[in-house]
């Protein structure tokens, strides 16, 4: 069979993987959960992938086009990471005075305004730098007001009882819709980076530009979805309008007398503290994971292995798990049908895409590495609901501060993956020199890598979403703007925290150690967390 036939069942095979998982993704997934569920994880899916395919390319580009040395990368890297999530506190409190939509939409417009002077090549000297670091604060303060309020009107559509059993599940739903946008973007920001140094003769450092281009796009996506789907969650905003009906339903939520807002603040504290630990090791994804994928790991791949590196077979893992968890939880014939359809295209896709394989292998690129995480996230949610719906049943479902712990126990083994896989490498700035002299250096199998993310995506779905769906429980009406801005706001400590092993990584360092720390650092942080299980577990 020609190339030309292969390539085209490819094409017609992954389009129509796509449409099945649509259907899925309305008929079954979703089927049970509140409506605003899906649109509102859409909306952040257009946002969330063009945050991505911007942070997959920033620590490099920082180096790239201005020069900077892998520690000032860390700082400037760690100090956005940091604004983009202290900043929801401050839009916490504005979306409790003046409304959690009106501070959605406001956030969204910033955050494009940010991209779009990304996006512009200015080149690499001080206005340049300055123009970045504004551009920054807008993507972040827009970050700010857009994401902790969108999350918190996620958690109002569960206040209704019919719902309130279906928080935890489906906030792992929304939390698998935004990562679909993640598990594209290190792919997007690749290809229209080369597509733009190949046709139209873009230096390297300018295509960059192209990257935070695709996040403005994406952004006018999230605009159109979050708009049009008014519908499907406009009782949640109810009382911005001040109708009589809203301030009735305001009236009818119980008052916490001040005991029990104090204790329900407290343990929520406590969880906060927790979380800047994990947030401090989990993000070396875009800083010292990636400074890794460079300098230590293989740079092109061959035969079945190279497959992953193509997100279109990361798709077909997709379509296939989502086939398979639908046909287990459709009850109708059609829907049983479509599932098994899904399943069976997307198989095909990995078929048609093996005997298509290019025998020189493909190169593998640094950022490229980061699209693995949103795909175990994606992949790994139906498992993780169906898993925790089983135990629910049998009464043997984990809490949610236990899964918390659980999930820095896991986040540990992830470093400890690393410190095997760097036991016999050289220290950062001697590997660096071998590099520089065209030098015969030590590199590792992509695997290890890949390997890492899977077991910190685990800590992550464990920790995440169960802990934003904490947050959302737990916290005082009154006080719920505010709270969820301090769960960003720990959120914002860990990322500034994520300079520390960058700056170890330029202090040459050795590998064991950087990762080691990161692993002591999750180990301690979740023995914290189960001596002071029974505690949370009472408000939960």
């Avoid at 719902?163 to 792992?172: L, V």
């Avoid at 947050?471 to 960003?488: D, N, S």
Wanted: aromatic share 14%; glycine share 8%.
């Amino acid at each position: 069979m020609s190339t030309l036939v292969l390539t085209s069942i490819g094409y017609a095979a992954l389009i129509a993987s796509i449409l099945g998982f649509i259907y899925l993704l309305f008929a079954v997934l979703c089927k049970g959960q509140p409506k605003g569920l899906l649109w509102l994880g859409l909306a952040n899916t257009g946002e969330r992938f063009g945050y991505y395919t911007m942070l997959a390319v920033f620590a490099l580009f920082l180096g790239e086009n201005f020069g900077f040395t892998e520690s000032t990368s860390s700082i400037i890297y760690a100090s956005f990471l940091g604004l983009v999530y202290f900043l929801p506190v401050i839009g916490g409190v504005a979306a409790d005075l003046f409304g959690y939509g009106k501070m959605v939409i406001s956030g969204i417009f910033i955050m494009l305004l940010g991209y779009l002077l990304l996006s512009a090549p200015l080149g690499g000297d001080t206005p340049a730098i300055v123009a970045m670091g504004f551009a920054l604060l807008l993507v972040s303060f827009g970050t700010g007001l857009f994401k902790g309020n969108l999350q918190v009107m996620v958690g109002k559509l569960y206040d209704s009882p019919e719902f309130a059993d279906k928080r935890d599940s489906g906030f792992s739903l929304f939390y698998m819709l935004i990562n679909v946008g993640a598990m594209v973007a290190p792919t997007a920001a690749i290809e229209i980076m080369n597509w733009a140094q190949h046709s139209w003769g873009i230096s390297k450092a300018d295509s960059y530009h192209f990257a935070f281009g695709v996040a403005c796009v994406s952004l006018v996506l999230s605009i159109a979805i979050y708009l049009l789907s008014s519908a499907s969650y406009r009782h949640v905003l109810a009382h911005e309008k001040g109708n009589e009906k809203a301030e009735k339903t305001k009236s009818d939520v119980p008052e916490l007398t001040r005991e029990e807002t104090r204790e329900r603040i407290t343990c929520l504290v406590l969880v906060f503290a927790v979380v800047i630990f994990f947030w401090m090791a989990f993000h070396q994804n875009g800083l010292t994971l990636t400074f890794f994928a460079r300098d230590y790991v293989q740079t092109s791949s061959t035969g079945v292995q190279s497959m992953m590196f193509n997100v279109v077979n990361l798709w077909a893992v997709v379509g296939i798990v989502y086939g398979i968890y639908c046909f287990m939880q459709a009850t109708e014939s059609f829907k049983k049908f479509m599932s098994l359809l899904v399943g069976v295209v997307s198989l095909a896709i990995i078929v048609v895409q093996y005997f298509l394989l290019d025998s020189n292998g493909v190169k593998i690129e640094a950022p490229i590495f980061q699209q693995f995480n949103p795909l175990f996230v994606v992949a790994l949610t139906p498992i993780s609901v169906a898993l925790f719906s089983f135990l629910a049943k049998k009464g043997k479902e984990p809490s949610s501060p236990r899964k918390i712990g659980l999930g820095m126990l896991v986040a540990a083994l992830g470093f400890i993956v690393m410190i095997v896989a760097s036991t016999s490498l050289l220290s950062p700035m001697a590997q660096k020199q071998g590099i520089e002299a065209g030098a015969e250096v030590m590199r590792v199998s992509p695997n290890w890598l890949v390997s890492t993310y899977l077991v910190l995506t685990f800590a992550e779905l464990l920790l995440s979403p169960i802990g934003i769906s904490f947050v959302t429980k737990v916290a005082p009406p009154k006080y719920a703007g505010l709270m969820m801005g301090l769960w960003f706001a720990a959120t914002a400590i860990g990322n500034f925290l994520v300079q520390v092993p960058g700056l170890l990584w330029d202090a040459d360092v050795k590998l064991i150690y950087i990762w080691g720390t990161l692993a002591g650092i999750c180990l301690l942080s979740a023995l914290f967390i189960f001596s002071i299980l029974k505690k949370l577990e009472k408000v939960a």
